[in-house]
């Protein structure tokens, strides 16, 4: 009998192409996702050497970072930013010159690439999958060891189909029993960033385990996964089960009648074996999780909801004081204060971590019969056209809207601030992005994450609330 | 790629940790479809104020540094996005070496297809190269990749490891792409095996 392997192991030496004696290995890359911003110099590299794309099939293009969301956007030739237009009319040209399918910016399949791949199918079980964005993790929430890449590795996979790598380590996290009342996927990725720090999973896979990760919908499994390379980890890994195959049946490139049989077969073989090891184990309690919310400018920078702002001297290693004393005094706030008492400026609700379907539900449920708190500006992105069509058809959009939220295009949006939606200098943002960089939201902005539920919270009471406490 | 042997110049310390790769190119600088001119942009916000002056606190501003070719930072470096412009913009500033107690995966990787070489050390190292880079051009370091050392200004020598193949790629300054042609057949081979195994993709 071979040795117990994790789902890790089964991908990857399923993957294996060629294997050099220092352990150097040449993996093969099935599909790979592609943006505006991270594709334009891997494409000029193909045309500079005269080589072609090996499998155009392989790839999906659309423009997601740049793209702006206000309503009524007209196509490419619309966009009045300069740059951004010539950065969308570049993937335009790029796609159709070497073959790759693309979907432009008024089609209603557009939207963020992490939202898009899984429900188009292009995201299935057991596959390679790669983007020139960080956030590609997210895709693991179907058992694809998915990973985010630079630009020359974007040219490779192009050229070659495959990508020079070492295997990674194994580590796997395991939350127990259910996630308490107010808590989400979101709350749950924080609290974990926050036990094992930014760099917790470097050099890993994370695999993530128990009750509470099998309780998430797809949408939770892919809000955990997304947020693993915040913990370090390339990628996030949840093993395929009966919620995997039913989200997938019938999306438009999932398997086909006569193939999905053969497919879900397969599939079904992809989990850990009961005695693989791990190079790491992590175990929460999903009933220790309360509702989280980050105050520094580092996504390990994260307290619950109920706590106060830490102090630097809470910190025992003198890098991480002096790391702190500076997000204090970037995000303009005071040691001791509790954290419902800081006032916000905006909220968002959107991104490649909390654009979903799920997550405009969870914020109209708290927006119903509410208005948002005067002063406040609240977004709400959907990730892709299909999710804002089915908002609109679920009724979410008119529950949104009527309390006073902005409804808006499809796009990355508020996340990153590459596109027209910016938080200003000095203003505080509920966000239900992944990251609190400083300047992540526009120059000198302060972001504080939150799940979409958080975030519509305090967009309706004008300051970091605790949702449990809403009426 | 521009090979790899050795590297003398003055290193600029950065004692921070959680180096983002936000931090090293903000994000307007990735609306280019260029790879070259970044330089100007690296550590942006740091590096000038409000009104685009110069803010003449920030290291790389200070006269001993305005040439520097090395970093030595703190943990966890190049952490957050993927963009290999980060990179970009430490070779168009001149940058060829980063030495940190950690790095982000991601970002590790796209430095050697760049020739930038980032080297990991224990934390006693980097501290100790922290102190030598304090002393700006008074503080000269070479680093040999042949011989994975890095010698200090008084005459300290450090050992760093680095996988052989990619030591190798540095050495040569190999194209990743050429080298995996290289192995065509295989990728056929793989191809080929994959109508029946997967036929489904």
């Not at chain 1, 991270?38 to 392989?58: I, M, N, V, W, Y």
């Not at chain 1, 039913?246 to 999932?254: D, V, W």
């Not at chain 1, 809470?314 to 303009?332: N, R, S, T, V, W």
């Not at chain 1, 908002?391 to 902005?406: C, D, S, V, W």
Request: some cysteine.
């Amino acid at each position: 009998m071979s040795d117990p392997k994790t789902l890790f192991d089964k991908i990857w030496e399923s993957h294996l192409v060629d294997e050099q004696d220092d352990g150097t290995c040449l993996i093969y890359i099935d599909r790979q996702l592609i943006h505006e911003i991270t594709s334009a110099q891997a494409f000029d590299g193909l045309r500079a050497s005269g080589r072609k794309a090996r499998r155009p099939e392989a790839n999906l293009c659309v423009p997601d970072h740049n793209v702006p969301t206000t309503p009524g956007r007209g196509g490419t030739d619309e966009i009045e930013d300069d740059e951004s237009r010539i950065q969308l009319e570049t993937l335009e040209k790029n796609a159709a010159e070497f073959g790759l399918p693309y979907i432009p910016i008024n089609d209603a399949r557009q939207g963020i690439v992490h939202v898009i791949g899984p429900e188009q199918g292009f995201t299935q079980p057991g596959l390679t999958l790669v983007c020139g964005d960080s956030h590609t993790a997210t895709h693991g929430a179907f058992g694809a060891l998915a990973f985010g890449v630079g630009t020359s590795e974007v040219e490779h996979v192009l050229a070659t189909q495959t990508l020079i790598q070492r295997p990674a380590k194994n580590m796997r996290i395991t939350v127990n029993g259910e996630l308490p009342f107010g808590c989400t996927a979101k709350d749950m990725i924080l609290a974990i960033i926050g036990k094992i720090g930014t760099a917790g999973g470097t050099g890993h896979v994370i695999e993530y385990a128990g009750k509470a990760i099998e309780d998430l919908s797809m949408e939770g499994r892919m809000t955990v996964c997304n947020m693993t390379i915040e913990a370090g980890a390339r990628a996030g890994l949840v093993a395929p089960d009966e919620k995997t195959y039913q989200y997938l049946k019938g999306r438009p490139m999932s398997p086909k009648a006569g193939a999905w049989e053969q497919a879900e077969a397969y599939w079904r073989t992809l989990s850990s074996d009961e005695a693989a090891t791990y190079d790491k184990e992590v175990v929460l309690k999903a009933a220790d999780i309360a509702p989280q919310v980050t105050w520094g400018t580092s996504p390990e920078d994260v307290v619950a909801i109920t706590a106060c702002v830490p102090s630097p001297e809470d910190f025992d290693d003198p890098a991480k004081q002096e790391a702190a004393k500076m997000a204090l005094k970037y995000m303009g706030l005071t040691a001791g204060t509790p954290m419902t008492e800081i006032a916000i400026d905006y909220a968002f609700v959107g991104a490649c971590t909390n654009g979903r379907i799920e997550d405009i539900r969870a914020a109209a449920a708290v927006a119903k019969g509410r208005k948002v708190a005067a002063g406040v500006t609240a977004l709400i992105v959907p990730g892709s056209g299909l999710i804002k069509e089915q908002a609109e058809e679920e009724g979410l959009a008119a529950i949104l809207i009527e309390a006073g939220f902005e409804w808006r295009e499809p796009g990355c949006s508020m996340c990153l601030a590459m596109n027209p939606d910016k938080v200003p200098p000095g203003k505080r943002c509920a966000a239900t992005s992944n990251r609190n960089f400083k300047g992540r939201q526009g120059a000198d902005s302060r972001t504080h994450l939150v799940s979409p539920a958080m975030a519509a919270a305090a967009a309706v009471t004008g300051k970091l609330t605790d949702v449990r406490d809403l009426d | 790629m521009q090979k790899f042997t050795t590297l003398t110049g003055v290193a600029a310390p950065m004692d921070m940790i959680n180096i983002d790769t936000d931090m090293i190119i903000p994000k307007q600088y990735l609306m280019t479809i260029e790879r070259t001119g970044l330089g100007k942009a690296l550590f942006f916000e740091l590096r000038y104020d409000a009104d685009g002056n110069e803010n003449p606190d920030f290291v790389l501003n200070k006269p001993a540094y305005r040439d520097a070719k090395i970093l030595v930072a703190g943990d966890n470096f190049g952490c957050g996005s993927s963009r290999e412009h980060a990179p970009w913009a430490l070779l168009d500033f001149g940058i060829r070496c980063v030495i940190a107690t950690s790095f982000a995966d991601i970002f590790y990787n796209n430095c050697f297809k760049n020739g930038i070489l980032p080297i990991k050390l224990p934390a006693e190292d980097v501290a100790k190269l922290l102190d030598d880079a304090m002393r700006g051009a008074n503080a000269i370091i070479t680093i040999d990749l042949e011989t994975k050392t890095i010698s200090g200004p008084d005459g300290g020598e450090i050992k760093f490891d680095l996988d052989d193949f990619k030591r190798h790629c540095m050495l040569n300054g190999l194209d990743d792409i050429a080298l995996t042609m290289e192995n065509a057949d295989k990728i056929d081979a793989y191809e080929a095996n994959l109508k029946t195994t997967r036929p489904w993709l």
